[in-house]
């Protein structure tokens, strides 16, 4: 039996492609998913995973406080704002569940809350993941930006832990190349930065918990070192004991 019980959204897209020969245009689409890695480290850390990709979203996700509280953990992983508010019914102008305001009162009543770092998570590129102006913002232990938050890091800094994270965490972290620029919210605790940024941040919020891991679960900003580091299921076995208290 699994210790936790963990919902997973987001880490999908659908590819278009063109190639453009004379008059001739030629088509090909492709779908693909991302999670594969943060899965892996999941379940070891003893987790029961149920995975909704970007596309499912409309249809799978929880629309009750009810059925969100069946998990321990609500992870939000590149998918944006739009996806969980702009429900067919609201695409069709028809009232629909606030599933942000939902989220929000799910931790309240003592549930816990992730975002993991992309293009599409916390701002966002262009801002247009747009979580700063929904009520995810204020679970979160983070304050989240209206405008473009991605910060590239070629360079590829190494995280660096606080005396905070709990446990005997590795001196030596493997380079990330890149992560969503957030501040932590002042009741915060911040476990790791990244070029004096926040990375990694828990927090409370009513009866609940939440975390914000800004870097991504998948590349390129989370290189195959990061990905396949042993250190990394450990990482959220304890973000897990810590948002599940």
Known sequence: MS???????????????????GRDVVGDAGYEEAGAYL?????SAGSAVEFVPCHAVADRFPSTVEELAAYDLVLLSDVGADTLQITPLVADGETDVNRCRLLAEYVADGGALGMIGGYMSFAGKHGAARYGLTAVDDVLPVTVGRADDRVEAPHGPRPRPTDALPGTPPSKWPSVLGYNLVEADPDATVWVTVDGDPLLVVGDYGDGSAVALTTDCAPHWAPEAFL???YLPTLWGTILDRVSE
Do not use: N, Q, R, T
């Open 228 to 230: 396949e580091w042993e």
């Open 39 to 43: 899965i892996a480290a999941l379940e």
């Open 3 to 21: 210790k936790y019980d963990v919902l997973l959204v987001g880490e999908s897209w659908v590819s278009l492609d063109f190639e453009i020969k």
